[in-house]
């Protein structure tokens, strides 16, 4: 490491650098598989969503910044999804990758994201930086032979192509919204439309709901299942369970307590696998303004927030929680006041309980009688997602 180094924005005469920094990094890239990554970095590169980290004029460390909106609470609230975080081996260990995370922060909040999310190849860089753990993917694996049983008969399914994807999101928006569901991402309406022209996934869609799935080895592979009835979720989970003459499982990336699991005669199989994901709050007064709550949830409290790398977040706060709805304005109150650091804020955010964040040093103060509404306000599905990016 040298005194050269700085923070830069990736342009297209990067790209050859970053390339080599990723080989080392995950392995390399086939001449087809360079193409359609080169195609991907440049909409990152328009967007002013990549940075870097250069040694005099080589890159040696980069990542990119995704334009998401998440799903909390049961609304949309836009989120920095950090992905491809590389650095180059001989610069491990040395403060590159705390430099690149700190120039990628500080474009998010340049940006206008009150929130972002990652998932980590380790815990320790990013927890240093504010994150903390909020949420998983989830891969569950049933007999294709029991979801076929599951019947459905009378609900009219048809195959669906790129010119539904506006009625797919139509679906994921009213589902989402009533089941104030937690973490799930929005696409846009473009990428949903290649997601569903990719000729190696298969989509049906009902009145109420849709699925898409794929061939994974000798399984299938369910991507998204929506359904907003008992009756179009028997229908969904049925077509994909009738490949079960070749397919002898079926495994779906599904939130932990989706209804299938109810519907089922047996349980999924056992190793589930779980990936899971961290959080970051960039805007606490925009992330609480735009989130959902608990309908019935009533709060004010005062926070003392501190945040040693987005100084924004940092102060002295009264939380309003009223009617589904939240905000957070600077307080001139006194007193003892609920005090969380910025994983504290990530996980509560997520809806972790205050019992626990006490218990791990991550929430201290206030009156403990405010708990419990607290935990209520934020509380709600466990949190999921169905994309690894």
């Not at 990542?63 to 975080?85: H, K, Y």
């Not at 994201?113 to 930086?129: Q, S």
């Not at 606490?284 to 949830?297: L, M, N, Q």
Request: overall charge negative.
């Amino acid at each position: 490491m040298t005194d050269a180094l700085r923070l830069v924005d990736i342009t297209a005469a990067h790209l050859d650098d970053v390339i080599r920094v990723r080989s080392r990094s995950f392995g390399p890239l086939g001449v087809s598989n360079r193409e359609e990554w080169i195609k991907d970095a440049q909409e990152f590169i328009d967007g002013n969503r990549y940075v870097g980290v250069a040694d005099g004029n080589e890159v040696v460390a980069a990542g990119r910044i995704w334009d998401f909106r998440q799903w909390w609470g049961g609304r949309q609230v836009p989120m920095a999804g950090i992905a491809s975080v590389v650095v180059s081996p001989e610069y491990r260990g040395r403060g590159v990758g705390s430099m690149l995370m700190r120039g990628v922060l500080a474009r998010s909040v340049e940006q206008g994201f009150p929130l972002t999310a990652l998932y980590p190849a380790t815990t320790v860089i990013y927890r240093h930086l504010g994150y903390e753990f909020s949420g998983g993917r989830y891969r569950f694996s049933f007999p294709a032979a029991d979801l076929r049983s599951l019947g459905g008969k009378d609900v009219g399914i048809r195959r669906a192509g790129p010119a539904d994807a506006g009625r797919f999101l139509e679906l994921v928006a009213e589902s989402h919204a009533a089941g104030r569901v937690n973490g799930p991402l929005v696409w846009a309406e473009s990428k949903v439309a290649e997601w569903l022209e990719d000729e190696d996934n298969f989509g049906y869609l009902a009145d109420d709901g849709f699925v898409v799935y794929n061939w994974h080895d000798s399984d299938l592979r369910i991507d998204e299942i929506v359904a907003g009835s008992e009756a179009t979720a028997r229908a969904l989970w049925a077509t994909v369970g009738s490949g079960s003459s070749i397919a002898t499982n079926v495994q779906a990336y599904i939130a932990p307590n989706d209804p299938v699991h109810l519907l089922v005669n047996h349980e999924a199989d056992k190793h589930a696998q779980l990936q899971r994901w961290m959080l970051r709050v960039l805007d606490a007064p925009a992330a609480i303004a735009a989130r959902g709550f608990a309908p019935g949830a009533t709060v004010e409290v005062d926070l003392e927030l501190e945040d040693l790398e987005v100084g924004g977040n940092t102060g002295r706060w009264h939380l309003s929680v009223a009617d589904g709805s939240g905000s957070l304005a600077p307080s001139t109150g006194a007193g003892d006041a609920l005090r969380l650091g910025s994983r504290g804020l990530a996980a509560l955010y997520a809806g972790t309980p205050l019992a626990a964040l006490r218990r791990s040093g991550l929430a201290s103060g206030g009156s403990a009688t405010a708990d419990g509404p607290i935990d209520t306000a934020f509380g709600g599905a466990t949190s999921y997602m169905l994309d690894f990016f």
